[in-house]
């Protein structure tokens, strides 16, 4: 164990190991468990028991009380996924511009959660619900369950891996369509990769699970999403869904760049390019009722695809904006959970299905099963309380300052980190004034995270944003903007801002071009399946990846671990059965935590399955 304890000593491994390295860590010499699945589960409670990162686990309860009562047993229906299947992903699109009833897609896997719980809802919850969602609530059209930033939260933060959480959600809903946001050459992370990248991602997305990839370019720039298009069409089997993203206001006589003219040219080479579906991504919440109407009739008018509508209720009126789309005839719209809808998130499921019901869009859903599954999100979001984003209701701000709804609530809290949580509305005030400086963009992932960051820095450094926009080199620039402004990130919809950007890059030698895969990297980008995967997470997300192999080595598989003991620990008193897969169930008790030792070193003693074990924690509290 001495031996073990020391191979996982980072410093020991980074090699900076002094001579009296054993000396300075005496706890290395103290005798823990061998490392099997049990003791590696209870180094996690015990660690998350003394340190209690996310506080005490107020009013919260175990949300599988609260499912629904479904025979999960019987097999689920057949629903899109078999007529997809069936159809093939022309037919499958042909169909839903074809039909009458309004379709449906639920985003609470994914966009829901994002934009209200910092992305932090664990596998575990999700495949609970799985089998109740495909019983409940067969009809719908896809459920949006992966993509965007869950893969980098999954790997970062919560010791999960992506492709498994797929695979599980896929096998638990075998009759939903499966549907991701793919960030175009980005993939699912930050900055453009080469077109391999691409292919390979696509593809074994596909294979994992993965049935509509919804494919967007954060600048609106349609060569950026050709890779992921081509990939997408290139399976056979699965629906490329390319989305305009949304920005400005459309029937402002003052708009000047996002007219219905630009998003009818920018829909046009979407066609081209081959999209099976168009998606209107409206991700800040910005698109009004009457713009809605205006943007889908003509769409539908100009194009035979069927039109697929995405919103964020930040304002508080986007049911409307639903209802006017539908109306004038959009074919699929996004909604999520009543408990996890509204403000940065989607608007309510309930409350659409409940408006146009016994309409001739009524959207085939049924009410009831739609609101039986509300009371395990509603546990569901209470459990991830320490990650609300801490936006109390709607705000009006969003049509000055524009930002994405996923973006606000994260950019509150690194507000808060920062110290500049009272100053948040002029973060939201610069933030305006930096998009302004930058050319005007479409804000969304990656090119949001660069007028965020220079939001952030003006604010922090209290510099003018005028003075910054006249003088840019007189202040720190952060390195996004830099390589934003060299075209890291494609074209801006507006053209250039001059003449900051010549301000900015004078003198400046930015390389902007897309760093080519090393051999053996593209070589393990060859073969599908695990290694491949893995090759993914660590071309994706180097530092992420390293963080997640170091958790499953010291506490191997959380994601099986209920989320009340995952997030809070052991409580006194209670019995805690903990899943450690394969169906194998421990039950562990909290008998006493001690006091910190002069090395910080805390001894949690458990009983564990009847046997009293000590567990050895660095007190980081
Ligand atoms: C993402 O890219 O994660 C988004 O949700 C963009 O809206
Ligand atoms: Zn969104």
Sequence with gaps: PFLLNLLETEEFRAGDVSTNFIDEHPELTRINPPKDRASKVLAWLAD????????????????????PAVDVDLPAPDGERQRLQELGPEGW?????????????????????????????????????????????????????WGGATYDVALRFLGEDPWERLARIREAMPNIPLQMLLRGRNTVGYTPYPTEVTSAFVDEAARTGIDVFRIFDAL??????????????????????????????????????????????????????????????????????GAASKLVAALRERFDLPVHLHTHD?????????????????????????????????????????AVAHTERDTGLSLQAVSDLEPYWEAVRRLYKPFESGLPGPTGRVYHHEIP????????????????????????????????????PTKVTPSSKVVGDLALQLVAQGVDPDDFERDPRKYDIPDSVIGFMAGELGDLPGGWPEPFRSKVLEGRDVDVSVKPLAPEQAERLQTPGADRQHALNELLFPGPTKAFDESRAQYGDLSVVDTIDYLYGM???????????????????????GEPDDDGMVTVMTVLGGQLRPVYVRDRS
């Design 220 to 289: 609106n720039d349609v060569d950026q999403m050709r890779p992921a298009i081509d990939a997408v069409r290139g399976t056979g089997s699965t629906v490329a869904e390319v989305a305009l993203c949304y920005s400005g206001d459309l029937l402002n006589p003052a708009e000047d760049l996002y007219t219905l003219d630009y998003y009818l040219r920018l829909a046009e080479r979407i066609v081209e390019a081959g999209a099976h579906v168009l998606a209107i991504k409206d991700m800040a919440g910005l698109l009004r009722a």
């Design 48 to 67: 998350v028991t003394v340190n209690k990162p996310n506080g005490e686990a107020d009013g919260v309860i175990n949300p599988a009380i609260k499912l």
């Design 405 to 440: 709804g996923g973006q606000l609530s994260n950019l509150r809290q690194q507000a808060i980190a920062l110290g500049l949580a009272d100053d948040f509305e002029k973060i939201e005030d610069w933030y305006a004034a930096a998009s302004r400086i930058l050319g005007r």
């Design 93 to 145: 699109a042909k169909a839903l511009r074809e039909r009458t009833s309004l379709a449906v897609t639920e985003t609470t896997f994914r966009d829901a959660h994002q934009s209200l719980l910092a992305t932090r809802v664990r596998t575990a919850d999700l495949v609970a619900v799985a089998p109740h969602v495909a019983r409940l609530t067969p009809q719908l059209l896809s459920m949006e369950a």
């Design 571 to 593: 409580q006194a008193g209670e019995e805690h059965h903990v899943g450690i897969g394969r169906g194998v169930t421990l039950n562990v008790e909290l008998e006493a935590v």
């Design 314 to 354: 930040t304002a508080g009126g986007q049911l409307a904006t639903l209802l006017a789309a539908s109306a004038a005839g959009v074919d699929a719209v996004d909604v999520a959970s009543a408990a996890m809808s509204g403000t940065t998130s989607q608007p309510s499921m309930s409350a659409l299905v409940a």
